[in-house]
């Protein structure tokens, strides 16, 4: 499988240029490189769809300005254990996926990037790809879609549920 070299930079949303490096938490560098690994999918890198190509951090579907789209949801993380003066924390992020279907079946388009989705995040070879480094595991959780278009509608979606385990200092949750 090809490795991408896509800058956070490049990803709508998910850089900050005011923050100074060091001031990022462990849990936002992973959520960049989460964003940063979904502009891998393409059509011309081996997957079903092009929805790697708009990327977007927490925005609505309709404020999206173009498809085929992804869109990563971070979620509330829980502390799983305390060990040795680490945190461990399981950070749940949902992605979706946004493309037209046009003269394909939606249901068909939308497991095409269900198919991706799940690829892209958990395939033995990208887990330290999809996090930096920074994550002991990428879990897939469950995803598919929830609600199919009707006639007037020429979108289609899915989503997928990811559990990212990873550590922190205790009370540091910039050090690992």
């Known amino acids: 499988m090809t490795e991408y070299s896509v800058s956070v930079a490049e990803t709508a949303g998910f850089a900050d240029a005011v923050t100074p490096a060091m001031s990022v938490t462990v849990r936002e560098r992973i959520i960049r490189a989460v964003g940063a690994r979904l502009a891998g ?10 929805i790697g190509g708009n990327v977007h951090r927490a925005v609505k579907h309709h404020d999206l300005g173009g498809l085929p789209a992804a869109v990563v949801w971070p979620q509330p993380e829980e502390v799983t254990r305390k060990v040795g003066g ?6 749940p992020i949902r992605v979706e996926g946004l493309a037209e279907y046009g003269a394909a079946n939606p249901s068909v388009v939308s497991e095409r990037i269900l198919g991706d989705l799940v690829r892209i995040m958990t395939s033995r070879a990208s887990i330290a790809a999809v996090t930096a480094g920074l994550a002991d595991d990428v879990e897939y959780a469950g995803g598919g879609t929830d609600e199919y278009p009707d006639e007037e509608t020429q979108t289609v979606g899915a ?4 559990h990212i385990t990873y550590r922190i200092l205790s009370g540091d949750p910039f050090e690992q």
């Not at 680490?86 to 950070?91: A, D, N, R």
Request: hydrophobic share 50%; net charge positive.
């Open 41 to 50: 999918v393409t059509i011309a890198n081996g997957y079903a769809t092009d």
């Open 86 to 91: 680490k945190v461990h924390l399981k950070l």
């Open 159 to 162: 989503s997928a549920l990811f």
